[in-house]
DNA sequence: TCTGGGGTCCTAGGACCC
DNA sequence: TCTGGGGTCCTAGGACCC
């Protein structure tokens, strides 16, 4: 049996545990640089809010209702979300416990009685009372079906946040009651489809043939199909190593200009080199992208990227920047304005065992200074702040007001950004 | 004026091998 | 006139997830 554990709009009921006069409101956490929204309150959404929204389409909305806007803040987010996991891992141990998101945790057990309504709640309770983050429960014998009893454990008030579709009478209840655009794995393109073919419901799926299904939505729909039925056929939703890191950003205004460009993209290669080097990982592939505004129809549009295959996987500092700042003199097409850009490296392999090349321009020796300086770098970065030591390429202009340089996190709009109550000494909560 | 970020998997098509 | 069959690997693009 698999048991999801799925925190209640979760941006949102982090926000709430350190603001609960926030609850019985509106509320809404918007997207980097406070573009659209991302979580919702159930009040918001029975406003008519939509996911995705950008926040100034509904700004009259907003004002009219009170709907109180947070910019997101990550560091709060992923603190909260580590300590619930921590709870999850405690309950099941390790093996069986799989984090799927910042959210959302799978839990496994053997036993099909393992995971009863009263274990549900009891957790719930638990989870609540030591974190105050709110959570649902879906038990059911497939994750594609746990995902379904998640939907009905948050909709119906009746189940207590705890649904079990564990028997075949509630299996076939529960698909009757399911939309079709509800089911895990269905998108909205999936959802146009499904419907021109007068499947509606979750069930009205189950009731096709394999080979139908095979042959309309290939192999992705077929899997669907079978988890419905109750055949647990997705066999780990966790993959071990990432295959890919990618650090991107959509710029406050627009940027046209090289220089300014290069200084972002360094940014965003050397943030990818940190993350590898957390991993104990390397790369062989750096990709760079850089996008101009898709929205502005009346402007350029160009959308460059290439890739470059380094000759030997690295995760320090220097070459990753390096050959990104390469690739984006590939692409960089000038007279564009550009809204956004990344670095995604690939090719991602273990760092214990680095495969050397016959006809490397380096010698193991220079390698190992390269990484050994970026180690230096990530130590006292890690003890003095981030960005205490960089690479020159990434230094943004000292304002000339203030004397203080920024650097590309500044540069992101976060007008409605609540405290670091729990990771930062000075964001503490006051109570008085 | 203003429109997110970070991932995975699948498929089709091309280049290549014998 | 007529032009096979069976593979692998890589890449780009699309669909999906949160």
């Avoid at 959302?104 to 053997?110: G, N, T």
């Avoid at 509630?170 to 009651?177: D, G, V, Y």
């Avoid at 490296?345 to 006809?359: K, M, T, Y």
């Avoid at 960089?390 to 203080?404: N, S």
Wanted: proline share 2%.
């Amino acid at each position: 049996m698999y048991a999801i554990i799925d925190c209640d709009n979760c941006f949102v009921s982090c926000e709430r545990v350190f603001q609960p006069d926030l609850k019985g409101r509106p509320v809404v956490v918007l997207s980097n640089n406070d573009g659209c929204v991302v979580a919702r309150s159930n009040e918001a959404k029975a406003l008519g809010i939509k996911m995705g929204v950008p926040i100034y389409q509904i700004m009259p909305l907003v004002k009219e209702r009170g709907v109180e806007i947070r910019s997101s803040n990550y560091t709060l987010y992923a603190d909260m979300s580590n300590r619930v996991m921590s709870i999850l891992r405690d309950e099941v141990g390790q093996a069986q416990m799989e984090q799927y998101s910042i959210d959302e945790a799978f839990l496994s057990a053997p036993s099909a009685t393992a995971f009863t309504h009263d274990w549900g709640v009891a957790l719930v309770r638990k989870i609540g009372k030591w974190t105050g983050m709110p959570v649902s429960i879906g038990v059911a014998p497939t994750r594609t079906l746990a995902k379904a009893a998640t939907w009905f454990a948050k909709h119906y008030a009746g189940y207590h946040k705890v649904c079990l579709i564990d028997d075949e009478t509630k299996r076939q209840l529960a698909l009757q009651h399911l939309d079709i655009g509800e089911v895990w794995g269905v998108g909205w393109r999936g959802v146009e489809q499904y419907r021109y073919y007068g499947i509606n419901t979750a069930w009205d799926l189950t009731q096709r043939s394999a080979a139908w299904v095979r042959s309309k939505f290939t192999v992705t729909g077929l899997r669907t199909w079978q988890e419905l039925q109750g055949e647990d056929c997705i066999d780990t939703v966790l993959t071990g190593r990432r295959q890919t890191i990618c650090t991107s950003r959509s710029f406050d205004g627009m940027v046209s200009d090289l220089g300014q460009l290069e200084m972002y993209v360094s940014n965003f290669a050397s943030h990818c080199a940190q993350k590898l080097r957390r991993e104990h990982s390397v790369a062989s592939l750096v990709t760079v992208f850089i996008q101009t505004n898709h929205h502005r129809l009346d402007l350029r549009q160009y959308d460059g990227s290439a890739t470059l295959s380094l000759i030997t996987a690295a995760s320090n500092e220097f070459e990753i920047v390096n050959a990104a700042r390469q690739v984006l003199h590939r692409i960089y097409r000038s007279g564009c304005q550009y809204k956004r850009a990344g670095v995604i490296v690939g090719g991602i392999s273990s760092n214990a065992a680095v495969q050397q090349d016959l006809f490397d321009t380096l010698s193991p020796e220079q390698r190992r200074r390269m990484d050994r300086l970026s180690e230096v770098m990530d130590t006292v970065n890690r003890r003095m702040g981030a960005d205490t030591i960089q690479l020159g390429i990434q230094q943004f202009p000292v304002d000339k007001e203030t004397g203080k340089r920024s650097n590309f996190k500044d540069l992101l709009r976060h007008q409605y950004r609540s405290k670091c109550y729990t990771s930062n000494l000075d964001d503490l909560l006051e109570v008085q």
